[in-house]
């Protein structure tokens, strides 16, 4: 009670600070009057002095801001903006590197008549010093890079690369968001001493919680490699043992003594794996030689795939039935099963069984016209379903003969293309209907209809912004847009938005995934065929923006820029030819499959206690009559090697290019 008492004022000055701060003024009244008649007074928290003292502070910034001057700007940020956020937010990064902008170039836009070189070199000396120090943390960010140019840059105001800086709304703008900033960090400082305590207290309590997930986790890791640890120690000292035994009996044939069939065959039952003893003690004759060194490579030698067993055939009409009218839970564990049956099987003869009799039954309702079918589960309303249904689309697409029965239905198409727009809270989803689509476009009648629907345009419009998509969608999107470029159709559309075209894979060529690379270099090299395209290039400076990659790039980076810069200096004109390739019979389509983790990555739901799922589900409850039936796989052509040093010319998916070769 006693330490209660000695800090009761203290204690009453939070309560009074919050009761203001959260505008409760007939409470506030009532209490303070409380108070007051029991004689207990209230500490002040200094909530009001801190307010004052803040709405002078953001004057003077803004002041400083509309004078030009840095010194007394850049003094006040450091010292009344917190370094955790300067430091650590990127909103405030990103403001912090245009407001040095804005101080550089403040004589070329506000100077009466023609700057002081002096004053001038001085604004650009401490921008340059700002690059190489703090400013340095944002070098690898597509959306700055080109400013790391301007000190260098004789006469920004006519440069194209700096054209936005120098209009009359970017100043405007940028202290707009400036006194966005400073509403929000000084509203931050001047939070209430009870609302810290209670998000301090939450937030020990959230930490107290992930270091037990941890610990518990980490104590489970370590049991497992315990175990594993003592099965090597001891594999290990039997290893030492034999060998120990083996050289003893070299000795003892150097002295003229004979080994017998029965010791090596002991010697071979302990080297060898349990499953294989009692076989080999009983069935291998050691009399004959080689016999010994046959039976050591065969126990080392992976699985072949015909030793891997074809899985039980399932009850399809009843699978599809339970799809269409089941429960959004059994339809989405059913998805997941069906998915996981096609991505966990062995590559080879169990797979390709799979996939024969989900596309023999028809199982996505491909060749259905029913107004209700398996297809329809995309528009789902319950997300989990969405999700699924388009993981397994996804895992049919990843396969040659999955992506040849998908695209017998133009509907299928439709739907995929509707649910990339239309898809805006599932993450995952998006990425499974992006990712279909791209390997979609391994098929030139696909490509032709997406490039007809629009399909280009929307990919340039969503990697306007490359930092806010996933690792995924940006590479399969990317990906995506160079497969339709390579098409004379696809270079007629990004004639339509040169510019926009041009300055988005500019800016993709910086970017920090080095994965998109080969995609953006195949793409600006298969666009820059198109006169028009070359003519807005070279207006906007683009050959001065790829030499600047070529400072920074890998050797293979270079020659493929160095490819893009002969592409885009280029007098040649191409029109004519490029009218005739769709024309062109389709080519078809290299058999190449590629069965990517992330179709299993962040299952959506889990089986609770007693629910059945996975390969347990099927075989439980969908059991059919065996009906696998053999069919020759489809042979594509021998794939077409293509060279690191140049782009891209052939369509590709990011799984198949990354396993060596064009899709």
């Known amino acids: 009670m006693g330490d209660i008492l000695a800090h009761e004022s203290e204690l009453l000055g939070i309560v009074k600070e919050y009761l203001d701060f959260a505008e409760f003024e007939d409470t506030l009244k009532t209490f303070s009057k409380e108070c007051k008649i029991k004689g207990k007074p209230c500490k002040s928290a200094g909530g009001s002095v801190r307010d004052s003292k803040s709405l002078i502070i953001q004057k003077d910034l803004l002041a400083a801001f509309d004078s030009g001057d840095q010194k007394v700007f850049f003094h006040l940020w450091e010292e009344h903006v917190p370094s955790s956020v300067r430091d650590g937010d990127c909103v405030a990064q990103k403001l912090e590197f245009y407001l040095h902008i804005h101080f550089a170039i403040y004589l070329l836009k506000h100077g009466p008549g023609r700057p002081d070189k002096q004053e001038l070199d001085e604004r650009i000396s401490y921008f340059r010093s700002y690059l190489e120090t703090r400013g340095a943390a944002l070098s690898q960010t597509t959306e700055f890079l080109p400013f790391y140019a301007l000190p260098f840059v004789p006469n920004p105001m006519v440069h194209p690369s700096f054209k936005d800086l120098f209009q009359d709304s970017w100043t405007p703008e940028l202290k707009l968001k400036l006194e966005k900033f400073l509403a929000l960090i000084f509203k931050a400082n001047s939070t209430p001493k009870l609302v810290t305590i209670?998000?301090?207290?939450?937030?020990?309590?959230?930490?107290?919680?992930?270091?037990?997930?941890?610990?518990?986790?980490?104590?489970?890791?370590?049991?497992?490699?315990?175990?594993?640890?003592?099965?090597?120690?001891?594999?290990?000292h039997n290893l030492i043992g034999v060998t120990a035994e083996l050289v003893d009996s070299l000795e003892?044939?150097?002295?003229?003594?004979?080994?017998?069939?029965?010791?090596?065959?002991?010697?071979?039952?302990?080297?060898?794996?349990?499953?294989?003893?009692?076989?080999?003690?009983?069935?291998?004759?050691?009399?004959?030689?080689?016999?010994?060194?046959t039976m050591l490579r065969a126990s080392l030698a992976p699985v072949k795939l015909k030793d891997v067993p074809?899985?039980?055939?399932?009850?399809?009409?009843?699978?599809k039935k339970d799809l269409i009218w089941g429960s959004d839970r059994l339809k989405a564990f059913l998805l997941q099963a069906l998915r996981w049956r096609l991505t966990t099987s062995h590559p080879g003869e169990q797979r390709e069984t799979v996939l024969q009799a989900y596309i023999s039954n028809d199982l996505l309702d491909c060749h259905s016209h029913n107004q209700r079918s398996v297809l329809q589960l995309l528009n789902s309303k319950s997300e989990a379903v969405r999700q699924y249904m388009a993981r397994l689309i996804n895992a049919f697409a990843s396969l040659a003969e999955g992506r040849l029965y998908l695209a017998q239905n133009t509907k299928v198409l439709w739907l995929l293309e509707g649910r990339l727009k239309e898809e805006d809270k599932d993450v995952i989803a998006r990425e499974n209907v992006l990712g279909a689509l791209q390997k979609f476009s391994l098929r030139r009648p696909l490509q032709t209809a997406m490039i007809q629907d629009g399909l280009i345009f929307w990919l340039i419009d969503t990697l306007k912004e490359p930092d806010c998509l996933s690792d995924y969608t940006l590479e399969y999107s990317v990906a995506l847009l160079m497969n339709l470029c390579l098409r004379s159709a696809g270079k007629n559309m990004c004639a339509k938005v040169?510019?926009?075209?041009?300055?988005?894979?500019?800016?993709?060529?910086?970017?920090?995934?080095?994965?998109?690379?080969?995609?953006?270099?195949?793409?600006?090299?298969?666009?820059?065929?198109?006169?028009?395209?070359?003519?807005?290039?070279?207006?906007?400076?683009?050959?001065?923006?790829?030499?600047?990659?070529?400072?920074?790039?890998?050797?293979?980076?270079?020659?493929?820029?160095?490819?893009?810069?002969?592409?885009?200096?280029?007098?040649?004109?191409?029109?004519?030819?490029?009218?005739?390739?769709?024309?062109?019979?389709?080519?078809?389509?290299?058999?190449?499959?590629?069965?990517?983790?992330?179709?299993?990555?962040?299952?959506?739901?889990?089986?609770?206690?007693?629910?059945?799922?996975?390969?347990?589900?099927?075989?439980?409850?969908?059991?059919?009559?065996?009906t696998h039936t053999g069919k020759a796989r489809r042979k594509g052509p021998a794939g077409v090697q293509w060279g690191g040093d140049e782009p891209l010319r052939r369509p590709v998916t990011p799984g198949g290019h990354r396993s060596g070769g064009p899709a």
């Open 310 to 319: 074809l899985l039980p055939s399932l009850d399809y009409e009843k699978l």
């Open 252 to 293: 003892a044939t150097v002295s003229g003594k004979m080994i017998t069939p029965e010791y090596l065959q002991s010697v071979c039952v302990r080297l060898f794996s349990n499953q294989m003893r009692q076989s080999l003690a009983h069935s291998v004759d050691f009399t004959r030689p080689g016999t010994a060194s």
């Open 498 to 626: 040169a510019g926009v075209v041009l300055k988005v894979l500019s800016d993709l060529l910086g970017h920090e995934n080095h994965e998109i690379q080969p995609y953006v270099n195949g793409a600006l090299y298969s666009i820059l065929s198109v006169p028009s395209i070359r003519e807005e290039a070279r207006a906007m400076g683009m050959e001065d923006i790829l030499r600047c990659f070529i400072k920074e790039g890998n050797a293979e980076m270079i020659r493929q820029i160095e490819f893009i810069i002969k592409q885009l200096n280029s007098e040649e004109l191409l029109d004519g030819v490029l009218e005739s390739d769709d024309d062109e019979e389709e080519e078809e389509e290299e058999d190449h499959d590629a069965m990517e983790a992330d179709l299993d990555k962040d299952e959506l739901i889990q089986p609770q206690l007693g629910e059945l799922s996975g390969e347990k589900l099927l075989t439980t409850e969908y059991l059919g009559i065996m």
């Open 198 to 236: 209670y998000e301090n207290g939450q937030s020990n309590k959230e930490v107290l919680q992930q270091l037990h997930q941890q610990l518990v986790e980490a104590e489970r890791r370590s049991m497992t490699y315990l175990k594993r640890y003592n099965k090597i120690q001891a594999d290990y």
